[in-house]
């Protein structure tokens, strides 16, 4: 005995498409846009004055901003500055010192190589 067949037919869907008819509208047509309301010419230039009032509040608040920005990295370089001048002054008197305690340390150590001399002559 054979085995049954259970196999689908191909459907062809561009002829099932066919079949079903013309699609329905989803949406405006091509006409419906053409067809649509339009603005004047005076409309238009309304429109257009509306959008430079918009830029020019936009460019004045940007304009504002980069000055209080301008102001904030002026006075973050004034302390800048201000405090490299007081590190220049701090390793100055670093420096000053270094050359004090080097002298003394130089002093100490004659003084000591010298009391040894003394100390060795003496006894």
Do not use: C
Not at 20 to 30: D, F, M
Not at 88 to 109: A, P
């Amino acid at each position: 005995m054979g085995k049954r067949d259970n196999r689908v037919a191909y459907m062809n869907p561009i002829a099932m498409a066919r079949a079903r008819g013309p699609a329905q509208n989803s949406g405006p047509t091509i006409q419906d846009y053409l067809n649509r309301p339009r603005p004047t010419w005076e409309e238009v230039k309304e429109q257009l004055e509306k959008k430079k009032k918009g830029s020019r509040a936009l460019a004045e608040f940007e304009e504002k901003m980069n000055e209080n920005w301008k102001k904030e990295l002026e006075k973050h370089r004034e302390k800048l500055l201000g405090g490299n001048e007081s590190s220049s002054k701090k390793k100055e008197k670093k420096k000053k010192e270094k050359k004090k305690s080097s002298r003394v340390s130089k002093i100490f150590s004659f003084l000591s190589f010298f009391a040894l001399g003394l100390f060795l002559f003496v006894t």
